[in-house]
Structure formats: structure tokens, C-alpha cells
């Protein structure tokens, strides 16, 4: 393992301090592990928390701004935050209006996401969950842990997060990240695992002519190894399965996001299939983003997420946001 | 002598120990169906709970492991520290204001830590989870108590139970926790709670001996 | 070689039909490369073109937009663009008031840029190239073909792009440009070397406990190999060569970049690191930026980047800028 | 016969087709101190060149020079595509309107192709580029074309002297280039456009022969 670090312990650490002095417009409480807004949320706006583990970068982090989250927990590489951790960050966001927080569908998040929310209740703070699970590789049902929440996380936290800064209450925030959620589904591929930096190795091991289909974002394996296919036929494939999920149609909002070591010239190029694939299917990308979104570490391969817009969301979505990953109209 | 302050004490330093010495161990199991951080989740947990008993000198053995609990829940993460951290806090609240538990109170201390993380997971035995272990380890425990044996031979019965569970979640198809997502995949290993678990159980069984 | 391509012949017009469909800001014009703003330049401002070769993606097409690049001009894989190509990128930046040519200082660059330039006059387009050389790795000397143009590129074309969008006329822009690119200093280093599709394997080989030390933007290995260290270490062998060369002081500029393949946690702790080495050396940074602004395909490592900044460099830094790559103030 | 228009496209088809496969080893010299892509450039180039030819079916030697040179350049990319199409343009201008090249008069073009390398990069021989190949060539063609020799046996001194220029730039230091950013590093190396400069010559050699 070779990596940019200066050791495995301090890799968590070492980030929030670079992001602290990266993004003045953030305050980034290096001890407690929790990024908000500087200068605090707007009072009376719904507050807007998400977490998770360290090595999804930008996810959550870089989202923590103007129209999108007002505080963010990164636990440890891959392992969930705190409840502690999380009650602060719900502390930091409150302006009064109750918080959403936003957790990705993973045993540990929802549990300690969970215990967070009755430290806050004792706090006086409303609290209200929204659970993602967008994973279409994963089947939903009562023999597993439901589905996973992945790259629909981004859309939840940008289309919540636009609802209330536009002044909505926490029930109506919560009942438009439900919908995104409900709307949305992803499918990833893995050409080569990524390495947790205290774990020494890649996550699992491929060979040349091997890719992991339905691959997580925690270097778990996914659900089946497949052969190594040129890029429309990896596209195809991830677009089949959430097809058959969720039949593509309408108006679409589509990621197509790099795990982390796959660079953007070949995102770009997975991007121009998806698109044609989308459009070849009736449908339409009505608006997208290509490039690293919510990765795993220095893992290569993409993942695809589409979200079935309305009038609402594509009006929420184009809603001005600035944070240090998704920054436009402002 | 039964589980008094000082015994308490001892099985949670004895499992930050033994945990520390099998971290690689775990981590590998959880790295095969899993995210391989249980190991050093434990660790940190169990280390915040060494240092919450060193800093706030509980007195009787339900206030270690309320302690030691909540060390657990506020340093672990992932799925394990709460499980763990709610299960020892409900074990302690279990032992009351008793100074030294014998086999009957210790046994249904462990009840409530079983029912905590059921309550929480939702996990039933066969599901391939730390439950797996618990399970049938409570269930010994309980059974020797119940027929009068010494907390030594229940502690003893219920490592060796922990363990066989253990053993049994290898042909097991996980349907909770991470391992649940690969499917047939999770076939083939142990669950790494499940081996944490047995680990706790048998530090229980050494202090107790 | 494992990648998400459907050929090493397609990557580059795949990319640029990927490209074209996530970006509506952008006209791309795949048959002949050329990557232009939607609707053409305000007439009267001062056009910005440049190019080079492909896999250093968002540079330069993502840096396409108000405030920066009117043209860009992507040639195959790390293979710069050829004449026509660049001048039909010209043309398409031309609106009445001369184009700058942002030229990387490599001999391929500079000769096609030089030759479309001359094509340029002969259709009455002014045109006046400013070529960057800010690698401090290189010696500039008679004995090299003189320094590599390498992150400073982006400064270059941010400010400016400014410039031009203040209304600056041609010479004064380049005079600009040419201020950035002397006050500007660049060091690389690469942990695992990325790998040309056509190629197959990676440009050059390290072991475990290796790194390439002043290593360009195209795989070609650095001048000197050296041991794997913490990241604190290599981030000040970087500081120490560019100080040696052009001493930090003052209000800095600072671009804490990514090869491709580097995880954005470890840039945030790298651009830690270089923060407390900059201010520890008496100096500030004033602006910065983190994350994958000119790659190397999938090569790991980082590279970094200081500009001297004077008050009228920083307020054409803070200048609104709006491309798929940069995007601030609007 | 001298170099006349079939002569002429015979030289750039056979230099295509020798290029093309030999492309991969002109690729691992630019690998080792460049950025391996000369292979891949030149075939893009001169498959350019054949097919400009075949377009516009020139009609002097001059001429399918000029238009070799235009596809070169308009496809190569690179830093040998403006040398090297350059070079040809401007070989086959020094060629006027003749149809038949003796010794003398494609001894004068490829003077004047030597004479375009040298305006447009600026390197001298012993800097590890292409003149260093097409330097002593270009020499040993006019050496012999001056003595009376035929244009077969200057041709094929020309491309001996090239791969002799080929073998010399092994131990030097380049100095132009991006070979020239190793320093040090690029001694023991084959220069590429030396190495594809010998191929033409050698092509040369053999369709005059
Ligand atoms: N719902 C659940 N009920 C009981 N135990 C669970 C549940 N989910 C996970 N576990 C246990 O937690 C272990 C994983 O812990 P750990 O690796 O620390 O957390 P994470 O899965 O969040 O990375 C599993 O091996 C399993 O024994
Ligand atoms: N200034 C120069 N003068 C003459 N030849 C040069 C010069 N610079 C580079 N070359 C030649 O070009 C060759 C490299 O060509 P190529 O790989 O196609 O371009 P690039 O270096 O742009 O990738 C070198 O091996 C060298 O022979
Ligand atoms: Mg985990
Ligand atoms: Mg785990
Ligand atoms: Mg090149
Ligand atoms: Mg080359």
C-alpha cells in the first residue's frame, strides 16, 4: 500500500484540518469531528445533517453549505460516526425549525443515527430521519439489511437542502427527501477494490479480466464477480439492472460518479453511453453530473444514479447551492 | 466470591486485551463479508471504555458496565458500538446496586444485554450475527444457573457456547449487517461479531475462573 | 490494463460526446475537437484558446465558460492538438479583439500552436501566445527543451480569463497571463504512474517503497526516483524545491492537485500539511484550491502549485468564473 | 529512373506501412524517455499522408511530397508531426515542378527537409532528436550525389548513415525534447524520431533501389 498519508490513524484528521483550511466558508471542529457552516445555519430554516464514514469524499463534507447541508459527522474511514458526534452536528444545525437527518441505509448509520436523535429529542431538538437506500445490486427484502444507501444520497442532500432554504417546514423537507429517495436507484461496478489505509490491502482482489457488479461504497464485495466488458457493456448492464427495478423514464437526473481512482476523461466517455442508453430507452437526462461525487478512497470503477424528476425536484435541483463540491447559481 | 466491582473491571480489561491481540483476526473476517473495520472498531471501543473506568472509578459492578457501555456507544461506530455499548449499558442497569452478583443476577444481566441488541437489530439466531453467539451463550449460562452451578462453571459453559455458535454461522447466509448484501456470497465465513462475541465471553469465563 | 473504455482508439471522441451531454454551456464539436462556448464569445472581449494533449482532464475543456477559456483544442492522449484543429478553436474564440494562445511550454505544443498561429494571421485573426513553464522539477536551461507548463496553466487561464471578461485588451491580457506564469512555481510527485490506453501498462514502474520525484503531467518519468516517505515528507521536498527557486512569501495562490487517481482525503491532508509548511515559512495562503484540476489519466500522486499574488491578481482570481470545472460568483 | 511521382508515393506508402509495424517499438522508446506515444503519432501521420495521396493524386514527386506533409501535419500532433511535416513540404517545394528527381535534386530536398527541423525546433546534432539521424544522412546523400553516385547507392548511404546516427544517440544526453526533461536519465536510449527518421530513410533506400 502506498499512499498520500502521513499515517493510518491521523488520515480522518489530517483531511478535516486540509478542509478547514481549504474552505474558510466552513467550520470545521477538527476535535469533535463535525463540519458546519460558519457563522451558523439562518435562523428558523430547517436544519439539514447527514454522516457517515470518512473516505467518500466530497460526500458529506463537501456538501455542508447555502442550499444544501448545514452540518456533517465523518466517523472513522468507512465506519459510521458517533452518536455524540452527530448530537453536535444536530446542535450546530438547529436554527430552530427541527433538523433532517439524512442517513444512508447501514446497520451501523441508522443505529447511531438513531441514538443521536433521542440525545437531541432530550435536547429539546425535533429531529426527523430520512433513511436512503437507492442500491438497486442489493435485493430489498427481509433477508438482508434492506438496500443500501449510495450515490441517491447526493440528490437527497442537494433537493432537501434547496426545500429549506426555500423556507419549507421539517415535515415537508422530509416528505421531498423521501420522494427523491423513493425516485431514485443506483448500480455500481468495481474494476479495482480500493484500500482501507489501517486495513493495509484492497478490500478484495480482481483479476485482470474480473469486475465486482453491485459493488458498494465500503469496499465490501458486491454481489457478483463478472467479467471484464468494454465500457458500454458495464453501462448496459448497470442500466439493466436499475430498469428492471425502476423503468427508466421522463425526465431524468443522472450521476454518473467515479469511485475515487477512475478519471474523468473515462467518466466523461461512461457518461456519453449512459446518455445514449437513457435516450434509446424514451427517456431524457435532463440534467447530470459527471465526475467524483461519493467515492471509496482509491477505488476505480463508476457508478450510475438516476433519479426520476418532476416539476418540484428539476425546479429544486436548478435552486442556487454553494458548498465546496457543488457549488452553482451563486 | 461472584461478579463484584473489581471482576467487572477485570473482564473489561481482559477484552480490550484479548480484542486487541485477535484485532487483525477480525478485521479479516469482516474485510471477507464485510467492510474490515471490526477489529479497530473494538478497539477504540473497548479502549474508551478502559479509559471511562479508570476516569469515573465505578463502584459497583452494574456501574462498570454501565460505563464501559457508554465508552463503547461513544467512540465505536459502525453497527458493533451501539450493539455492544446498549448491551453492557442494559447489563449494568440489569445488576442494580448489587456489590457482587452472583451466578442468577449475572445470568440475567446477560439476558438484558441479549435483549438490548435484538431490541436494536432486530436480529433473530441464524441471521449470522453477533446473536449467534449471544444466543446460545445466555442460554447456557441461564440454564446452569438456573440448575444452581457456580458462576465459574455457568461463565465456562457459556465461552464454550459462544464458541460453538460461532462455528455455526459459517455455512450461514447472513440477512443483518453488512454481510447481508453479498448474498450467497456471505456463505463460508464466520461472522466477525459472532467472533467478537465468543471473545467476550471467554474473557468472562478467565475472569470469573 | 483495466479501464472503463470501450477502445484505446475511442477515448478521447467518447469523452467528448460525454462531455457535450452533461455540459449545455458547451458546443463541442467531436469531429474536429474543438470544445467552444455555447453561442460564441461577447463580441469585443479578447478571446481565450487553449489545448493540448488529452487525459488531463478538466483541463482544459472543463475550463471552458464565462471568466475563463472561449476554445479548447483536446489532441489525442498526451499528444497535443494539431494546427488546423487549434485554429478552427481560434476562429470560434474570435470576436474582433485578438485570441490569447494559453500554450503548455512542450516542443509539440509550442509547434502546433506556433503553426495555427500563423494560419491565424492569414485569416486577420490576431493572435499572441503566452506559453506557461511553471515546473520547477526542470532546469531551465540552454540544456532542456526549458521548463514544463503544468498546474500554473490553470491560474493562467483563470486570471486570465478575467481579464478578458473585464474587458483588458489582447496585449494586456498577455501581459497578465505572462505575470501569473512568472510568479508561479509547480512540483509533482508520483506514487504509482498512470497508464496511456494505447499503451497498455504504465508509463513507468515503482516498487513498494519508490516515487517518482518531479514527475511531469504526461506519465514521463521525473528526474530523479526516490523512497516512499509520509505525506509530510514529500509535501516538503515539493515546497522545498519550488522555494529554492522562487522563495514563498507573501499572499499565496495554492493548488493542492491530484494526478487522477488520488483520493481527494488524502489531498485535504496534503493540503494540510502544505498549509502549516507555507505559514511556517512566513507566508499566507490567501486562495486555494483541492482536488483534481490537471491529471494524469489514473496516475497517483499530487502536485503543487504556489502563485505570488499582488492585489490585482487576487481580485481577478475572485472574479466570477462559471465553467464545468471552476464555477464561482454566478 | 530517379524519384518520380510513383517513386515518390512508393516512398511514403512503404514508409507508412514500415512504421506501422514497427509502430510498437517506437512506442517503448518513447516510453522509456518521452511519453510513449511516437508510434502511435507517426502511423496517424503517414496514414494521413497515404491518404491525401490517394485524394488528391498528385501529379509530380514535388507535389506528393507537399501533400504528405499537409496530412502529416494535420493529423501527427506531437512534436514530430510539425517537424516532420514540415519537412516534407518543404522537400517538396525545394523539388519544383520537376517529374523526375535525379541524385542531385532529391539530394537539394532532403537538404531543405534537414533545413525545416532545424529552423522549427532548433536543435544541433548530439542534442538526441531526430537530426541526429537525418543530419548525417542528409550528408552522406550529398557527398555521394556530389561524386557522380547514382541516387540507389546515395539513398541506401543515407539510410545506412541514419542508423548510424540512430546507434549514436544511445549514449547521449538529450537535450531537446521531452527526453530532455530527464536529464541524466536519458542517457542509454535509442532517440524515437531517430529511430522512426532511420525507418524513412531505410523506406527511401528501398523504393529507389
Ligand atoms: N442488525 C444486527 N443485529 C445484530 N448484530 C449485527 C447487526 N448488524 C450487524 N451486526 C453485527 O455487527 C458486526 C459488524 O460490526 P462492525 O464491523 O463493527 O460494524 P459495520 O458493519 O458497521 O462495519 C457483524 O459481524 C454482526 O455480527
Ligand atoms: N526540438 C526538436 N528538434 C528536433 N526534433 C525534436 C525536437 N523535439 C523533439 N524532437 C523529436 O521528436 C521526437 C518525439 O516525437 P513525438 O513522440 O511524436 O512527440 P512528443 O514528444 O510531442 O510526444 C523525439 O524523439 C525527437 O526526435
Ligand atoms: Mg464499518
Ligand atoms: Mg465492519
Ligand atoms: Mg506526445
Ligand atoms: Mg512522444
Redesign the pocket.
Known sequence: MKKLINSPDTVVTDALRGLAAAHPSLEVDVENRVISLAGGPRQGKVGLVSGGGSGHEPLHGGYVGYGMLDAAAPGEVY??PVPDQILLATQRADAGAGVLHIVKN???DVLNFRMAAELAEDEDIRVVSVVTNDDAAVEDSTYT?GRRGVGGTVFVEKIAGAAAEGGADLDAVAAVATRVNERTRSFAIALHAGTVPAAGKPGFALEENEVELGVGIHGEPGRERGSMAPMNELIAYALDVIHADLPVSGNLLVMLNGQGATPLIELYGAFAEATAWIEGHGATVARSLVGNYITSLDQSGFSVTLTQLDDELLRLWDAPVSTPALRWGR | MGFDTETAVAWIDTAATVVKADEARLTAL?AAI??G??GA??VRGLTAAVAGIAEKEPSTPGEVLVVAGRGIVAK?G????P?YGSALRRAGKALGDTTDADAVQLGAALEAMLTA?VEL???AEGDK???DALGPAVRAFNDLAADGASLPAAALAAADAAEAGLAATIPLQAR????SYLGPRSVGHE????ASTALLLRALAEVTA
Not at chain 2, 78 to 81: I, K, L, M, R, T
Not at chain 2, 176 to 179: L, M
Open positions: 465506519t459510521s447501514y446497520t451501523g439489511a | 469482516d464485510g467492510d473495520d471490526h472498531n473494538l465505536t459502525g453497527a458493533s458500538g450493539l441488541i437489530g432486530s436480529a450475527t453477533m446473536v443483518k449487517g453488512r454481510a461472522d466477525p461479531g459472532a
